[in-house]
C-alpha cells in the first residue's frame, strides 16, 4: 500500500460542501463532494456528547494539533480530481463539520454558549485556516481495511461489530445499518427494552444479527455480504421481540440484555398465559429470597424448575450455627447421627456426630416449593445427603 502526506489541506477545504444527515451512515461529504467523510465500513458518530466534540474545537481555537488523518484514495472523477474517502480521522471531521454548520455551541469564558455563527471573524478565519496533516493511502481494498483495523487501535477502539462491519462492507451492510444503526429509528425505544447498547455502536445491529446467526454472525454476513436485501435480518429480529412482549406483558429493567435470542429459539413453541406470567415475575420480585432477578425469566419460561438462576438466598451463618447446635445437642441425648437422613438410614453413619464444617444448611420444605429462608425451615446436613437430595 502506497501512502503520501498532504499539508495543503485546511478546515475550510474540508468544509467546503460538508452534508451532515441525522443518520450519517448514509453518507458525509466534504471537499466539495470529493471526500467521502464516512464510507460505510465506519462507524456512526459518537463524539456528540458535548465534550469530546467540543475538545476539538477548543483544540482548533488553541492551536493545538488534531493529530494524523487517514484518507484513503478510491479514484479520480472526470475532472481529475482524487475521490477520496477518510480512514482515520472521521470523529474530528465530523465535529469540525458540525460546528461551521451550528450543529452544536462551545462556551466561552462566561460559560455562554457561542455557535459558529456567533464567534468573532477572527476566530472563524483561524478555524478554517487550521492545516490538517493528511496522508493519503492507495491499495487494494484488502489492504485498506487491514491498515483501518490497525489505525482503530489507538483512541476509542472499534468494538467487534464495527470491525465485521468493515470487514463485509456491501449492500447488506449498508441496508442493515440503515435499520439497526439509525438513532432516528421509532422503534429503537422499543428495542431498547430488551438489547443493551446503543444503535451508534451498532449493538442493535450485532445483537439482530447473533440472534439470526445463532452465534454465528461472521458466516451470516460473509454470505449475505452482496445482498441488498435484510428481510430475512428484520423478519426475525421482529419475532423475537414480539414473542417476548407477548410473553412477558409488563417491562422490567433487568430485561435488558437478555440472552433472548437463545431464549425464543428454546421456547418459542411453548404456550404461555400472559396473564400467569405476570402475576408469577410480581410474586418473584416480591420474594426477598431472590437475589437475581435477571434469571426471574428464564426461571419462569423453564417451568420454574432451575432455582439455581435465581441465586436463592442461602441461611445466614447465626441461622446455620444454631440449627447445628440444637440438632447436635438433640443427636447425643438420642444417640443418633446429628444428621437426620443419616439418622434415618441404616448405614456406617446412623450414630454419627458430624462437625459443622461437614454439614451445610438445607431447606426442610424446598424454597420452591414454597419453603422460606428462615430458622424454622432450616436443617442440618451432612454434606453427601445434602448434595444428593437437590431440590427435593
Request: proline share 3%; with cysteine.
Amino acid at each position: 500500500m502506497k501512502t503520501h502526506l498532504r499539508t495543503d489541506i485546511t478546515v475550510g477545504d474540508i468544509c467546503n460542501g460538508f452534508v451532515y444527515n441525522e443518520f450519517e451512515g448514509k453518507g458525509l461529504f466534504g471537499l466539495a463532494g470529493s471526500l467521502t467523510i464516512q464510507p460505510e465500513y465506519q462507524r456512526n458518530y459518537i463524539y456528540a456528547d458535548g465534550k469530546k466534540d467540543v475538545a476539538v474545537i477548543e483544540s482548533v481555537l488553541k492551536g493545538y494539533p488534531l493529530g494524523l488523518i487517514y484518507f484513503n484514495k478510491t479514484g479520480v472523477d472526470g475532472a481529475g480530481r482524487d475521490q477520496l474517502e477518510v480512514l482515520d480521522g472521521q470523529q474530528r471531521i465530523t465535529s469540525l463539520g458540525r460546528y461551521v454548520t451550528n450543529k452544536f455551541p462551545i462556551m466561552d469564558s462566561s460559560g455562554v454558549p457561542q455557535y459558529f455563527s456567533g464567534i468573532s471573524q477572527d476566530q472563524q478565519d483561524l478555524i478554517f485556516s487550521t492545516p490538517l496533516l493528511v496522508y493519503v493511502c492507495e491499495g487494494s481494498e484488502k489492504e485498506i481495511k487491514e491498515w483501518f483495523k490497525t489505525i482503530n487501535i489507538a483512541g476509542v477502539p472499534l468494538n467487534e461489530q464495527e470491525l465485521m462491519n468493515a470487514v463485509f462492507s456491501g449492500p447488506f451492510v449498508t441496508k442493515a445499518r440503515e435499520v439497526f444503526s439509525n438513532n432516528g429509528n421509532s422503534n429503537i425505544q422499543k428495542w431498547s427494552a430488551y438489547v443493551k447498547g446503543s444503535a451508534d455502536r451498532q449493538d442493535f445491529l450485532a445483537t439482530a444479527l447473533d440472534w439470526a446467526s445463532g452465534g454465528n454472525a461472521s458466516d451470516y454476513m460473509a454470505q449475505r455480504r452482496h445482498s441488498a436485501s435484510i428481510d430475512e435480518l428484520v423478519r426475525h429480529f421482529t419475532s423475537v421481540i414480539d414473542w417476548i412482549s407477548a410473553t412477558f406483558p409488563d417491562v422490567e429493567k433487568e430485561m435488558r440484555g437478555l440472552a433472548w435470542g437463545d431464549l425464543y429459539s428454546t421456547y418459542k413453541t411453548h404456550p404461555y398465559d400472559p396473564d400467569h406470567v405476570r402475576s408469577r415475575v410480581e410474586a418473584l420480585y416480591a420474594d426477598s429470597c431472590v437475589k437475581n432477578r435477571r434469571g426471574v425469566f428464564e426461571f419462569i419460561l423453564g417451568g420454574e424448575q432451575n432455582t439455581a438462576l435465581l441465586d436463592v438466598r442461602i441461611f445466614g451463618e447465626d441461622v446455620k450455627r444454631a440449627a447445628y447446635a440444637e440438632q447436635t445437642k438433640e443427636a447425643r441425648a438420642t444417640g443418633h447421627s446429628n444428621c437426620p437422613l443419616c439418622a434415618a438410614g441404616q448405614n456406617t453413619n446412623k450414630t454419627r456426630i458430624w462437625v459443622a464444617k461437614e454439614m451445610e444448611a438445607d431447606h426442610v420444605t424446598a424454597w420452591s416449593k414454597g419453603g422460606a429462608t428462615s430458622r424454622a425451615n432450616c436443617e442440618m446436613l451432612c454434606t453427601n445427603h445434602n448434595r444428593a437430595k437437590g431440590n427435593k
